[in-house]
C-alpha cells in the first residue's frame, strides 16, 4: 500500500497529514471554534448555576466532526487562543480524524468562551467572552490557500462576519473556494447577542446571501430576516430568501424534519420522534449529514428522489445528536444514524 494516493483506510486516527489533499469529497468549514461553558444541572438560569462543565463549541467544527464521523472527509480552518483551551480544540478535531492543519493560533487573544444554558422555560441563554477572542482576529494572509482549493465542499456561517479582520478572510476564502469550483454551503446560525444590532445582523447575514449555492435556515432565522413573515408560507421563502443562483434551500423544522426548495421542486422530509436531552449541535449535525452525502454525490440536487434519501439521513443525524449531551460528543456515527433510520422505517 505504500506510496498509494487513494486515501484508503490506511489513516491512522489523528494522522490528519496528507489526508484532504488524496480525497476528491473534501468538505472544508469555515469560522468559529470555542469552549461553551454548560451548567452542570438543566434549567437553570447562568445566575443559578452551581457550575459548569466545558465542552468544544462552534457551529463550522462540529459541522466538520460531524461529516469526519460519518466517513467523509473534512478540514477545519479558524483561528483560536495560543493558549490551553486553542491547543485543546486542536486537538480535539485531531482525534476525531479532522484536518487542523488550516488552523492559527493568536498569541495575544484568546480562545473565544460561551456560557450557555437552557433555562426551565426552554429558551437558551448565551453570554459570550469575545473581547475580541482570537477567531475574530483571524486574517487573509493567514488562509491556508492550497486547503480550501481542494474542498469540494466550502462550509461557513455568518458570526465571522460580524468583526474584521475575520470579514475580510472570510469573503477571500469564499471567493477562493468559488473560483476553484467549490459547493458554497451556507448555515447563518443566528447568534443575535453577537451582533451590534438586530438591523446590522440582518444586512450582514443577507450581504453574502446570493453568494451561497446551498442555505440551510431554521423558521426562527425565516421571520427574523423577513421581519416577520410567515416561515410556513412557501410565497414567503421563495420571494425573500431564494436567489437565481442557489442549487438548494433548506428550512429545518426541529423534530418536524424539514422543507427544501430547488428550481425544480420542492417538498418536505418527516423528522424522526426521539427523546431529546439536549438540542446543542442538532442544527450542526444535520448539515454535516447533509453535507457528507453531498460531497459523494453533487447530483443530488438534480434528483428529488436521492435528495429526500440525503435529507432523511441528515434528519437522522439531527435527531441522535440531541439524545445525547453536548455537540462534538453526540455526534452519530454512519451506522447509527442507519440503524435508526432503519427502525424508523419498520415503525
Given amino acids: 500500500m505504500a506510496g498509494n494516493s487513494t486515501g484508503g483506510g490506511e489513516d491512522l486516527p489523528g494522522d490528519t497529514s496528507g489526508k484532504s489533499a488524496s480525497n476528491n469529497s473534501l468538505v472544508v468549514s469555515f469560522g468559529e471554534f470555542l469552549i461553551d461553558f454548560v451548567p452542570t444541572v438543566g434549567g437553570v438560569s447562568l445566575a443559578e448555576a452551581p457550575a459548569f462543565k466545558k465542552a468544544p463549541g462552534g457551529a463550522p467544527a462540529n459541522v466538520a466532526v460531524c461529516v469526519s464521523r460519518l466517513g467523509g472527509t473534512s478540514a477545519f480552518i479558524g483561528k483560536v487562543g495560543d493558549d490551553e483551551f486553542g491547543h485543546m480544540l486542536a486537538n480535539i478535531l485531531k482525534e476525531n480524524n479532522v484536518d487542523n492543519s488550516g488552523m492559527r493560533f493568536d498569541h495575544s487573544a484568546r480562545t473565544a468562551l460561551a456560557f450557555v444554558t437552557l433555562r426551565a422555560d426552554g429558551e437558551r441563554e448565551f453570554l459570550f467572552f469575545r473581547h475580541p477572542s482570537a477567531d475574530m482576529r483571524l486574517h487573509e494572509s493567514e488562509l491556508d490557500i492550497d486547503l480550501i482549493k481542494q474542498a469540494k465542499i466550502f462550509h461557513f456561517g455568518s458570526i465571522s462576519l460580524i468583526e474584521e479582520p475575520c470579514k475580510s478572510a472570510q469573503l477571500a476564502a469564499m471567493d477562493i473556494a468559488k473560483k476553484s469550483g467549490s459547493i458554497l454551503s451556507y448555515d447563518p446560525n443566528l447568534r443575535l447577542p453577537l451582533w451590534p444590532s438586530a438591523e446590522a445582523a440582518r444586512k450582514g447575514i443577507m450581504s453574502i446571501w446570493d453568494q451561497a449555492d446551498l442555505i440551510k435556515v431554521s423558521e426562527d432565522e425565516i421571520t427574523f430576516l423577513t421581519e416577520g413573515g410567515d416561515p410556513y408560507d412557501d410565497n ?80 437522522a443525524c ?15 456515527t454512519k451506522q447509527a444514524v442507519l440503524d435508526a433510520l432503519t427502525k424508523h422505517h419498520a415503525s
Fill in 236 to 315: 414567503v421563502v421563495m420571494k425573500n430568501l431564494f436567489h437565481p443562483n442557489l442549487k438548494l434551500l433548506i428550512v429545518t423544522e426541529g423534530s418536524a424534519g424539514c422543507r427544501y426548495y430547488t428550481k425544480t421542486f420542492k417538498g418536505r422530509v418527516s423528522g424522526i420522534k426521539v427523546k431529546p436531552v439536549d438540542t446543542t449541535g442538532a442544527g450542526d449535525a444535520f448539515v454535516g449529514g447533509l453535507l457528507s452525502s453531498l460531497a459523494s454525490d453533487l447530483n443530488l440536487f438534480q434528483d428529488d428522489k436521492r435528495l429526500r434519501e440525503a435529507l432523511a439521513f441528515a434528519n
Fill in 318 to 332: 439531527g435527531a441522535l445528536t440531541v439524545t445525547e449531551r453536548g455537540a462534538i460528543p453526540a455526534l452519530p
